[in-house]
């Protein structure tokens, strides 16, 4: 079988020791982030990402990697014993992580969420080698005009799933636009909203404004509100989940990995996403709906695996059209690019080793993700009695050395309290970040297509429409704002 | 009556994002807009400013029908909340304004010891040993290991 061949290829990647220790790094690094508070994976692999310059990018990938899905391991942990999401994917595992650790089953939760995350990404991987060879070959067919549809489906898809209000979700996607506009423009050389600063010819760095607006905004919210930060205390026991527990869990475990695969994969999805729609559609199926928000492990098991099969969903529309879906898989763009290569359709057969390398490497890091969540737990429950105001300052550390240490220059650091200071004031008007990154950093794409396509359609915007792939992407986007200026808000799910 | 904060909110973005929008609108004018089937520089971004000037008056409008004064109080008392972000905000300043003659170790560590101490209100020995460590630990990890070029004082560290 091709496929198999092809893993076989990549479990040899995978498992040559200097990916091993960065894949286990990657994991090691990730669930530390997903235990922290206010440190979520975007801003570390930002961070790492300067640290990866000497790898080669097979290594560089796969540590990034680990980070992004480990963080979905860790975040539940903080869910679960404090109280407060360790990222924003984790935020239902609150709701009944929280009451089985009041009534003093932290272990089973703990254990179930672990276990949940392990199935989960193990299915979403299977999901993704399977899914991703023949969705490549597809977008071979893809000319200049179907890839701006797809961008603007992207675009408008984070928009119609962002929490609050559709209204400003488009508002901060066109803001991170005009920002991608900023610096020298390809095509013409000129130099473009720069007020004649000379550090903007570059363009607006993505990396200053992620440290910025993930790090050093969220480190300033919650400087504004007093957290009450209890950890659980008690002796955590009995990690492993009873049958019962397993018997109420089992649908819902495959439910969660198969619906957060899904909303992985499409354009402005994603784990935090996942998760929020998980909990709600289980709440809905169950035969007790009032439990929920009680403790049931049932609103752990769910959430948890969306979140992680819905990591490995969202590496599809990256590896094989080369185009990030949200946030974080911009970010991993970034680092193939920095790295010299670029995803998209070709990339399964130019570069087979880097493919199948970063896949097989999934479920090597799943694995070792288990053993971190299980037997090292005490490990990350210490890590969680740092009291915040030690905490925060660290953190602020990280994102500054992140902000500077990609070009070297301390410009990048204004960027990052400038867009800090903006985060976290756009928060509190409602406003969220994640469609302004998304649409910051494919901005330069999103333009180029589509000058090249009213250069081939001969200036006529009609070219959008007569090509029938780019005229269902654009059918659905207009669906979708359709619908949502008569709904206006997506139902809140809690 | 006064405005409850979202209104404010609104009202403020609203006007915020329209300027924006109007800001690179006028700049694409002048980058020129090209033709349809050549755009030019100022093409798209002339469109993305047009719609943002459109989205944020949907924000805007609604916010001048209702209520309409605010209680200069309820401003002021807030302001208390808002100490401790600003002085994190100063020492982010502080920060940028000072690694590049006092080096990365010696801002990192009054960095931290302004944070821990001053805003955080905490001991001295725990002040000192977090930012002794963070000094020494960032400058190990990320130039020593990682082979970040950080900025150097007069002293080489």
Same mark, same amino acid.
């Given at each position: ?181 900023? &610096? *020298?423009?390809? %095509?013409? +050389? !000129? ?11 570059? =363009?607006?760095? $993505? ?85 929920? &928000? *009680?403790?049931? %492990?049932? +609103? !752990? ?11 490995? =969903?969202?590496? $599809? ?105 903006? =985060? ?71 | ?157």
């Amino acid at each position: 079988m091709d496929v198999l061949q092809h893993l076989i290829v990549g479990f040899r990647v995978a498992l040559e020791p200097m990916n091993l220790l960065l894949c286990f790094l990657g994991c090691l690094g990730g669930t530390l982030v997903g235990v922290l508070p206010g440190f979520g994976p975007t801003a570390a692999m930002a961070l790492l990402l300067p640290g990866t310059f000497h790898l080669s990018p097979v290594s560089a990938i796969i540590m990034l990697s680990g980070i992004y899905y480990g963080a979905m391991y860790g975040g539940s942990t903080t869910s679960i014993l404090v109280n407060i999401p360790g990222e924003t994917a984790s935020v239902m595992t609150c709701l009944d992580g929280y009451q089985m650790a009041r009534k003093g089953r932290a272990g089973p939760a703990l254990g179930m969420a672990a276990f949940a995350s392990f199935i989960a990404g193990t299915i979403g991987v299977i999901g993704l080698m399977l899914l991703a060879p023949p969705l490549a070959r597809f977008a071979l067919k893809f000319g200049p005009p179907e890839y701006f549809s797809l961008m603007l489906l992207g675009l408008t898809m984070v928009s119609y799933l962002s929490q609050g209000s559709m209204i400003k979700a488009f508002i901060m996607a066109g803001l991170g636009l005009l920002l991608s506009f900023i &610096g *020298t423009d390809i %095509i013409s +050389g !000129v130099s473009r909203f720069t007020f004649d600063f000379m550090e903007l010819r570059e =363009g607006v760095g $993505i990396i200053p404004v992620l440290m910025g607006v993930f790090g050093v905004g969220e480190i300033l919210s919650n400087a504004e509100e007093e957290m009450g930060r209890e950890v659980f205390t008690q002796k955590i026991k009995g990690l492993l989940p009873s049958l019962k527990d397993w018997m109420d869990s089992k649908w819902a475990l495959i439910r969660g990995a198969l619906l957060g695969f899904f909303l992985g994969i499409l354009p402005g999805g994603g784990a935090a996403i996942a998760s929020f729609m998980d909990y709600a559609l289980e709440k809905r199926l169950s035969k007790h709906p009032e439990l929920f &928000g *009680t403790g049931t %492990i049932v +609103g !752990v098991a769910g959430p948890e695996s969306a979140n992680n099969s819905a990591t490995a =969903g969202a590496f $599809i529309p990256l590896l094989t059209l080369g185009i990030p879906g949200n946030a974080v898989t911009a970010l991993l763009l970034g680092a193939f690019m920095i790295h010299g290569t670029q995803p998209g359709p070709l990339m399964m057969q130019r570069t087979p080793d880097l493919f199948w390398g970063i896949i097989a490497s999934m479920y090597v890091g799943n694995i070792i993700l288990l053993i971190l969540n299980l037997p090292l737990i005490g490990m990350w429950v210490r890590i969680l009695k740092i009291p915040y105001p030690i905490l925060s300052p660290l953190i602020l550390l990280f994102c500054i050395v992140g902000a500077y240490s990609l070009n070297g220059n301390l410009w990048d650091i204004a960027i990052m309290i400038f867009f800090g200071v903006l =985060g976290h004031v756009m928060r509190k008007a409602g406003f969220e970040g994640a469609p302004m990154i998304l649409s910051l950093v494919i901005g330069q794409m999103f333009e180029n297509a589509f000058r090249q396509s009213l250069l081939i359609g001969d200036g006529s915007f009609l070219i959008f429409i007569r090509r029938p792939i780019s005229a269902a992407l654009i059918a659905i986007s207009v669906f979708l704002i359709f619908t949502a200026a008569f709904r206006r808000k997506i139902p809140q799910t809690n | 009556m006064s405005a409850s904060p979202l209104n404010q909110h609104d009202r403020l973005s609203g006007v915020i994002g329209m300027l924006i929008g109007l800001v690179f609108c006028i700049g694409s004018v002048s980058l020129g807009l090209g033709e349809i089937h050549q755009p030019g520089p100022g093409f798209l971004p002339f469109l993305v400013g047009a719609v943002l000037v459109c989205l944020s008056a949907i924000i805007f409008i609604p916010t001048l029908r209702k209520e309409k004064s605010v209680h200069r109080q309820e401003i002021g008392r807030g302001l208390r909340k808002y100490r401790k972000g600003g002085l994190i905000v100063l020492a982010l300043v502080f920060y940028n304004f000072c690694i590049g003659f006092l080096g990365f170790s010696l801002t990192t560590f009054l960095f931290v010891v302004f944070l821990i101490k001053i805003v955080e209100a905490q001991g001295w020995t725990r002040t000192l040993v977090t930012a002794l460590c963070s000094a020494a630990g960032f400058y190990f990890v990320f130039q020593s290991w990682l082979m970040l070029d950080l900025p150097t004082g007069p002293w080489g560290f």
